[in-house]
């Protein structure tokens, strides 16, 4: 197995974001904006970017490079993650030098004047506690560094799944129209469809992988949407809307509908004819806007129950902790997990494991509800 380097700073990062409520990716490859090369080339990675929630419902995003060695130069990785930055659209980033490498003030303040932060690894814990987070163990499967390298190895495990692998880890991060990253997630789970079967730990993990970022797409597309309809609209203006939200515009879900229609003879007015179970993507975009503001949550929720489908876990307390505070979480992850599998044709296995650990989680929450509620009553 391929392990991880800079383990312990990493985990002491997966921790804090946990904590802060980011949804936290490792080692995500980043590819270059334009190719010439018909091979795969990648320009390099970044250890961790985080996906924060912004004031008005969108996301932000923050990025970790992780450092243990004794001779980097913290102004070099400054510099370095500056233009990783500018690549990705992340708004702030994060180097962490071990605590025996020298970091000048000047350094600090230069750095700072790019977005970028050179912080100590001993700092980390000054660092989570100033913006009201915490290093400490959480209890989630995803703070497991040992599950990261888990689910890294699935695509040398399985080589038919490591054309998706390598889009959830990379490809995906590089796109930032939510609308094709819906179209696309979708194409890539029917092109391993027949490969998935739901008994295997691993093909759960992917799974749940794919409905965390499917559920990430949806949380920046329904915000757009709710931004344009703050009135409530027709079923017909609200089909048009989501139509052009997942094709970039009216003109190009026309085009998209033409170029079906001489591909296959499909009614050129038939929206179903390009994009899968549309009514069904409507209905959950619809569910979503109740509380666009959790589907982040659910999204991190997802990824959790994936991974400890992986790891062979239960339950666990911040599963819990997740769904106590985002009531519409373990909604959202069963009408999502249900498109997502009839979307892309997998076995209803899928749908149906995810949706019973999420109704679990909510009965959970609804007991201890129940609970304090009579506390308080007795008190």
Request: charged share 25%; proline share 3%; aromatic share 8%.
């Amino acid at each position: 197995m391929t392990m991880l380097k800079d383990r312990a700073q990493k985990a002491s990062v997966l921790r804090l974001c946990l904590s802060k409520r980011w949804l936290p990716q490792l080692e995500v490859e980043v590819e270059p904006a334009r190719s010439i090369d018909r091979n795969r080339t990648l320009l390099t990675d970044v250890d961790v970017l985080a996906v924060a929630p912004t004031a008005i419902g969108g996301h932000g995003r923050i990025a970790f490079d992780c450092k243990s060695g004794l001779n980097e130069s913290a102004m070099a990785q400054a510099f370095w993650l500056h233009g990783v930055m500018a690549r990705l659209s992340i708004s702030h980033g994060f180097v962490v030098l071990s605590d025996k490498v020298a970091i000048e003030r000047d350094h600090r303040m230069s750095a700072a004047d790019l977005g970028v932060s050179l912080l100590h690894e001993g700092e980390l814990q000054s660092l989570a506690k100033g913006l009201g987070g915490s290093v400490a163990a959480g209890g989630g499967a995803t703070e497991s560094i040992d599950a990261w390298d888990r689910y890294f190895e699935i695509g040398a495990k399985y080589p038919k799944l490591s054309e998706y692998t390598r889009f959830a880890r990379s490809s995906y991060w590089m796109i930032r129209d939510p609308g094709e990253q819906a179209r696309k997630m979708v194409m890539r789970l029917r092109a391993i469809r027949g490969e998935l079967d739901p008994v295997k730990p691993e093909h759960l993990a992917i799974f749940g992988d794919a409905l965390c970022l499917f559920l990430l797409t949806l949380a920046e597309l329904g915000t757009r949407l709710f931004l344009l309809l703050l009135q409530s609209a027709s079923r017909e203006e609200f089909s048009a809307a989501v139509m052009s939200l997942l094709y970039g515009g009216t003109d190009n879900v026309e085009t998209a509908q033409k170029l079906r229609k001489l591909a296959g003879g499909a009614d050129a007015d038939a929206a179903q004819s390009i994009f899968p179970e549309i009514d069904k993507f409507e209905h959950l975009v619809r569910e979503l806007l109740e509380a666009p503001r959790q589907a982040l949550t659910a999204a991190m929720l997802a990824r959790e129950l994936g991974f400890s489908f992986l790891m062979g876990s239960g339950e666990n307390r911040y599963q819990q902790e997740l769904q106590m505070e985002a009531p519409y979480a373990s909604k959202f992850i069963l009408v999502a997990s249900e498109y997502l599998r009839r979307a892309a044709r997998l076995p209803p296995e899928f749908a149906s494991l995810f949706s019973d650990r999420a109704l679990n989680l909510q009965i959970v929450a609804m007991v201890g509800e129940g609970q304090g509620a009579a506390s308080s009553g007795a008190r």
